[in-house]
């Protein structure tokens, strides 16, 4: 293989691993955040319990996410120089962002999160838990707000030329809420609460099938329950908005997710099929004009597709986008589907006596995880040739001085490194689910006064 695609690959690889942890960090902070409000609100302490053990599961996740991230910094500067020169302004703009809005905040109340139990008062914890939250979530907005105006430039000007070419902000907010952020942002929010509640869902209903923790595991899994409801259906909003989005701001990337190749025809929409792109062909299941209806209201609307762009500025890989971004559908209509009988059945007082529901929910923690991978992998894909939308191609970006070889070798032991951080993180949570929320264990929080920390001990 050639620098390009190796470089592609290993970036590839590094940021799907690391993206298997930040959405389930903010997915459990969000239902940590209901649990100790369920606590203050109740004094019932199962809601303690209950943070106290999500709390841990969440100290894991937030760990190895940590470690996973940092590859990627690396990776700009080593293989994409010429990128990293070209978006430096635009990057250092957000992350230092980041840094100032979220990572303080997150790291600023993590320690309260992780070690203030019995030393601060509930009312302490549940506000450091909720900052703790704010920061994973604002950390997803700059993170986002950098992809998207890769997709979607704004608030920006060019200056050099060549290979010294460089963008720079000429507008701050304009670059923040470029025509993509605020609806990818959203799109990437409910995918991480998805993740999260599901994760909760799937340990608390394998607690019930087992019959331990009942009467903790009930009342965990109807709040996750009720965030997954709410999550699933606004997602199939955020995500009508954001494919909207892209049919005006990306028109090729739209035309490759469905497969429409004709330059001005109607456009259908596919539940599952398989693209030919020699033949130029869609094979499967779908509604004829069904793209052009949810764009146009008109099921006989034009809609632009790939022969209507040059062929060097289409997508390669169209059969690829096309598997993607359908699973990605398929795997959010089921989840509206599960969240909704499940609802319907607690409505009806007979969700827990529901055995096979409850082995549904065990094993549909995967699916959150794999919307949101080829999700992004459908996003990323389709705006290929462009690294940055209608400005810098991709086999423009590379490092100069990188070989294939030292590519390939980095990849290899990336890939080594990471197998052992996922065997890690996997043994380190099953010996946490296993063991479980311990009952009859908690101390009362002791401070004298409310939100006074104790004198240091020892």
Known sequence: MDVEILARIQFAFTIAFHYIYPPLSIGLGLVMVFFEGAYLRTGNKQYEQLARFWTRIFAVTFGIGVATGIVMEFEFGTNWATYSRYVGDIFGSALAAEGIFAFALESGFLGILLFGWNRVSPRVHFIATVGVWLGSMFSAVWIVVANSWQQTPAGYHVVGEGIHARAEITDFWAMVFNPSSVDRLLHVWIGAFLAGTFLVLS??????????????????????????????????????????GVAHNQPAKLAAMEGHFDTLAPAHMYALGWVDKESQTVTGIGLPGGLSFLIH??????????????????????????????????????????????????????????????????????????????????AEMGRQPWVVYGLLRTSDALSKAVTANQVLFSLILFSFIYSLLLALFLYMMNKKIKHGPVEGTLQEHRPKQEGMVEGMEG
């Open 297 to 378: 209201g008109d099921f006989k609307e034009p809609v632009k597709g790939l022969n209507a762009f040059p062929e060097d500025e289409r997508p390669g890989a169209v059969n690829a986008i096309f598997q993607f971004y359908h699973i990605m559908i398929a795997i959010g209509m089921f989840l509206i589907a599960l969240s909704l009988y499940a609802g319907w059945q607690w409505w009806r007082g007979k969700l827990f006596e529901k055995r096979w529901l409850m082995w549904v929910f065990v094993w549909a923690v995967i699916l959150p995880q794999i919307a949101n991978q080829t999700g992004w992998f459908a």
């Open 203 to 244: 340990v608390h209903a394998y607690y019930l099938l087992k019959n331990r923790h009942v009467e903790l595991s009930k009342r965990a899994f109807k709040i996750a329950l009720s965030i997954a409801m709410v999550s699933s259906l606004l997602q199939l909003f955020i995500g009508h908005r954001s494919a909207d």
